[in-house]
């Protein structure tokens, strides 16, 4: 089968290096800007060649193209778009298994929620013609696919995993006995450390759901911490959490000056001597919307100039890089999750 790449981006790159079994004939970008991708021809939207079997759309722009596809009038039962659009649809035709390769299929089925003719269906035959216990037979009203993992890496080593574990070494090593915490992961940060006999306070806008020892639970707003004396916090953290506060993706008001109302709050409230530790998305300051914001790793000195930074580290491409300058990223819009350990003098 013959086929065309629609896009030339991180997509593409993707799709190249999962394996396509089709035959590329070359790429398509939208606005040409190049002339050959992968050492393929790539065409612009009036140079198409005629003689193919079907476009495949490795692009986010998927409702942007699907138009100029209608607007070029391209048989739409041979556009396969591999990102879910507002009108694009799982394409039923299963020569395109075919042609995507395996890992590419898998991942078109995982994005429009489909799991018939992929790889379950073939594993299904395979464990009935094996199975010879009759308790553990496969039924159709308790089936429940999952496509996703097949192809994916173990996912372990990501920057929630690092940042947990990095301000959990510090905390436990200080050999405190009471911390406090703004919004960390309950499984990451704090499972670590009620594990080490730490009592946590766990501090957050968002009503807590069950029990555990050592574990206290404090439903609070962290851009005023009224709960909370000042300098009365030994020992305090906020693991990828400060980012998010006034967007209002976690249910709490919008409020543009919510993590620097935090930062305020976190410098009256820590005792002389006390520690803080804080993971944010570093990088040039900005935000996506409702996502996250981005600090400048200088931003968060500045914010916090009452208390002395102890360790700046970041976390890029799956390892920390300890103990570098500040400023060392400030070229890059994202550059990792920057590692803050700060202490009040």
């Known amino acids: 089968m013959r086929l065309l790449i629609w896009g030339t981006g991180r997509i593409a790159e993707t799709v190249w290096n999962n394996k396509i079994d089709g035959e590329i004939i070359g790429f398509v970008e939208s606005k040409k800007i190049k002339e050959k991708y992968m050492g393929y021809p ?9 003689a193919w079997d079907f476009i495949i ?30 009108n694009s649809l799982y394409n039923t035709d299963k020569r395109i298994r075919e042609a995507l390769g395996e890992i590419n299929y898998t991942q078109y089925a995982e994005e429009y929620g489909e799991w ?25 009203w308790r089936l429940y696919p999952i496509i996703k993992d097949k192809y994916r890496p173990n996912g372990g080593f990501d920057d929630y995993f690092w940042m947990d574990l990095w301000a959990a070494k510090h905390i436990i090593s200080s050999n405190i006995k009471e911390h406090y915490d ?15 006999g730490i009592k946590v306070n766990a ?33 305090l953290s906020a693991m990828c959490s400060l980012e998010h506060f006034g967007l209002g993706r976690y249910g709490d008001p919008i409020d543009p000056e919510a993590p620097f109302k935090c930062f305020e709050q976190i410098q009256k409230k820590l005792k002389k001597c ?12 900005g935000i996506a919307f ?8 200088d931003t968060v000195v500045s914010c916090l100039n009452q208390l002395k930074l102890v360790e700046y580290s970041i976390i890029r491409n799956w390892k920390i890089e300890y103990n570098i300058d500040v400023h060392t990223y400030d070229h890059l819009s994202e550059a990792g999750t920057g590692l803050f350990y700060f202490q009040k003098e």
């Open 42 to 50: 790539v065409y612009g939207i009036d140079e198409i060649p005629e």
């Open 203 to 235: 501090i957050d806008i968002r009503p807590f759901v069950g029990e555990c020892e050592n574990l206290y639970t404090v439903t609070d707003d962290a851009t005023m911490l009224t709960q909370f004396e000042e300098e009365s916090i030994s020992s």
């Open 290 to 297: 409702n996502a996250h914001r981005i600090f400048y790793a």
């Open 182 to 196: 703004i919004g960390s992961s309950v499984g990451g940060l704090i499972g670590h450390l009620l594990a080490s």
């Open 274 to 285: 006390g520690k803080l530790f804080i993971a944010v998305p570093v990088g040039q300051d």
């Open 57 to 86: 759309v490795a692009s986010n722009f998927t409702d942007e193209i699907h138009q100029t596809c209608l607007d070029y009038n391209l048989d739409m039962t041979k556009v396969v778009f591999l990102k879910r659009g507002r």
């Open 116 to 140: 018939r003719n992929t790889f379950i269906e073939d594993d299904m035959k395979k464990y009935l013609s094996l199975n010879t216990r009759s308790n553990f037979d496969i039924q159709e």
